[in-house]
């Protein structure tokens, strides 16, 4: 008596005997459905991760394997399964259509963690995320844009009659638009320093406000400064 189709498949998978070229994600899911379906999910886990393991070194490729992304995808799958009274691949597959995307992990892990030698060794949990890289982010982009557009009217005003305006404003456009950007931040902070000081020194020495000058730099500072927190921790 032989073996049905998907119990001969599941059985290949534990020997490490797939094609691992022709074993995508959408096959990956659909065959961790169906061991969940005859397992508990800690022996599930346990034969499902063997047999990846077992298939990714008789391919050639040890390092293929993720214990992360396994077993998050394997949780995933179990959660999702749980909550069908009557779970069926076809349907499952039509309801979860978000586990056919690689990505999916994604909603719960920063790619620097899923990327960590840890986390492809050893099964991480979500790390907890901290937004306040993500706001002081935001917090630049419109504090660059503030400056940016203040810029570009004082240098329309010196335009032709300020050389010394007209290079300080010149100089603070391209400082505000270099700190948008991640890799460009530290030197263009450098540059709108210097121009805050210049641009300050300045409205003190005719007798005029330099307060939004020390502001403008306080602010920048701290938008600096906070950008450069992890976007995660382990």
């Not at 719960?108 to 002081?136: D, K, N, V």
């Not at 982010?137 to 660059?144: D, E, K, Q």
Request: proline residues 3%.
């Amino acid at each position: 008596m032989h073996a049905d189709p998907l119990t001969e498949e599941l059985s290949a998978l534990e020997a490490g005997q797939l094609d691992l070229a022709g074993f995508p994600h959408c096959e990956h899911v659909r065959l961790g459905f169906e061991m969940l379906g005859r397992y508990e999910f800690g022996e599930a886990v346990s034969r499902f991760s063997r047999g990846l393991k077992q298939l990714a070194q008789k391919s050639g490729k040890p390092g293929a394997y993720h214990e992360t992304i396994t077993i998050g995808f394997l949780a995933l799958i179990a959660e999702r399964r749980a909550r069908d009274e009557q779970p069926a691949w076809p349907r499952f597959c039509a309801a979860n259509s978000d586990l056919l995307d690689k990505q999916c992990l994604r909603r719960w892990y920063a790619r620097e963690q899923l990327q960590s030698q840890l986390a492809r060794t050893a099964f991480c949990l979500p790390a907890p995320l901290q937004w306040t890289g993500r706001i002081a982010r935001v917090y630049a982009a419109v504090l660059a844009g503030y400056i940016l557009w203040s810029s570009v009217l004082t240098a329309s005003s010196a335009a032709g009659h300020n050389r010394g305006v007209f290079a300080l404003a010149a100089a603070e456009i391209g400082g505000a638009l270099g700190f948008v950007f991640d890799r460009t931040r530290t030197a263009a902070l450098v540059v709108l320093l210097i121009v805050f000081a210049i641009a300050g020194t300045a409205e003190f020495h005719f007798g005029s406000s330099f307060a939004r000058f020390f502001f403008y730099a306080a602010s920048a500072l701290f938008a600096w400064r906070m950008t450069r927190q992890p976007a995660y921790r382990l």
